[in-house]
Structure formats: structure tokens, C-alpha cells
């Protein structure tokens, strides 16, 4: 039953990652198509979540918010290491591990 946490954390991010990127020069369309499917990730995500049981292990909750928090905010400055969209990949991955571990606390 964890993997419903991870496949719930997963829509929940995608969702915050694709409205993230709603300011680029996409048109109309492609912005409507972008809330469309942000909207569907996080409300599959919230069914999800409140199809879990709440025995899950706070500790872990706090391990993996701390892992989430330090890939979102503490992540190397990505002009000196590494490429722009390999930053924006571990902002993403970031958000999933911090909305997994809220999850698992929650």
C-alpha cells in the first residue's frame, strides 16, 4: 500500500512542476492543456491519499522531508555543475520526496 504514498507524492509534484512551467511562451492552448492535467495529477493525487491507512512511520516522514527540502533548496547552483534542466529534475524529484514524507506523517 506505500506505493499508492509514491504514486499520490508523484501526480501531487507533477502537478506543482507542470504549473511551475505555465509561465513559459506556450500559447493558450498549451496552457489550458497544462492546468487540465495539473489538475487531474493533483486531484488523482488527493484520492490517493485519502484511500491510505494512516499507520505509517513518522520517522520516515521526517527522513524523506529532509532528503525533499534539501534537493529543492540546497542543491548546488546549477551554473557551475551541472546543466539548467538537471537542476529543474532534482527540484522535481525534491517535491516528491518532500510531499512522500508529508504523506507518510500525515
Not at 509534484?13 to 513559459?24: E, G, H, I
Not at 492546468?35 to 513518522?58: Q, R
Not at 527522513?63 to 551554473?79: A, E, H, R, S, V
Request: proline fraction near 2%; hydrophobic fraction near 60%.
Amino acid at each position: 500500500m506505500e506505493w499508492f504514498l509514491l504514486l499520490a507524492a508523484f501526480l501531487i509534484a507533477f502537478a506543482l512542476y507542470l504549473l511551475f512551467f505555465l509561465d513559459r511562451n506556450i500559447g493558450d492552448g498549451g496552457a489550458s492543456i497544462s492546468l487540465i492535467i495539473a489538475a487531474l495529477c493533483f486531484a488523482g493525487g488527493y484520492y490517493l491519499v485519502k484511500k491510505m491507512p494512516s499507520a505509517h512511520s513518522i520517522l520516515w516522514g521526517i527522513i524523506w522531508i529532509f532528503i525533499g527540502y534539501l534537493l529543492i533548496f540546497k542543491f548546488p547552483d546549477y551554473t557551475k555543475t551541472q546543466k539548467t534542466g538537471f537542476a529543474y529534475l532534482a527540484v522535481f524529484a525534491g517535491i516528491i520526496l518532500l510531499i512522500y514524507g508529508i504523506l507518510l506523517i500525515i
